[in-house]
């Protein structure tokens, strides 16, 4: 395999270059990004900052890189597709598999899990609802690394194929079904009472009629 400036390597996650705030020395590869709605750029994914629209992850080595870049041109044979980017360009994964780092704070990660951001800024947690960044590749823990691990602080870069989705919460259905049906109790028991106003309302015509020819 190899990568788009061929200059070889086998990678296998598709980037594209966005741009940064150089006086931001939080973000580092591996960590989940978000765009800054203020400033359109590129930064570290925080919630605690409001930083929660996920882009997609700080790729260590992209296979295949595009986007427009000011030294693009300087790109050639033997050189890799992050040799010339400039301070501002960072490769965000778009998609494919990007080692990620992940922490515990949504418990144990199994290969399969849905992967969306922790309360650590940068980090993913296994989830089952909400903004999902991708599908985890590798477990965490492994067998070798659990006796060691003590505290959702504990953190890890695991491999994850990336691709942005929203998973929505299982009992959304359930509740809704639940009011449709409430709903549709209550148009049954009016009808039920319409039907008898009316009964009533035919009743009291007949009655009217009958004074009329008594009188």
């Known amino acids: 395999c190899s990568d788009a400036a061929g200059g070889g390597g086998c990678t296998a996650d598709y980037a594209e270059v966005y741009h940064r705030d150089v006086r931001d020395n939080s973000l580092a590869m591996t960590d ?5 709605t203020t400033t359109g750029k590129v930064t570290q994914a925080n919630k605690a900052k409001g930083k929660t629209t996920l882009l997609g992850v700080y ?15 300087d790109l050639g044979i033997g050189k890799g597709v992050m040799d010339n980017l400039d301070p501002d360009e960072i490769p965000v994964a778009l998609v494919g598999r ?7 704070e949504g418990g144990e990660i199994k290969i399969g899990d849905q992967i969306g951001l922790s309360s650590v800024p940068g980090t993913g947690m296994k989830i089952t609802k909400g903004q999902s960044i991708g599908i985890a590749l590798q477990p965490f823990p492994t067998p070798s690394n659990s006796p ?10 695991i491999e994850v194929f990336v691709r942005l989705s929203y998973l929505y919460d299982e009992s959304f259905v359930p509740i ?3 009011k449709i049906d409430n709903v549709l109790t ?3 028991d009016l009808k039920k009472r319409v039907d008898i106003n009316s009964a009533d309302l035919e009743k009291l015509k007949q009655e009217v009629k009958d004074i009329k020819r008594k009188k």
């Open 32 to 36: 989940i990004l978000a765009l800054d």
């Open 59 to 73: 790729s260590t080595a992209p296979g295949t890189l595009i986007g427009q870049r000011k030294n693009s041109i």
């Open 98 to 104: 990007v080692p990620t780092k992940v922490n515990l």
């Open 148 to 157: 060691l691990l003590r505290g959702r602080e504990k953190t890890a870069t």
């Open 176 to 178: 809704w079904d639940g």
């Open 186 to 188: 209550e148009i049954r």
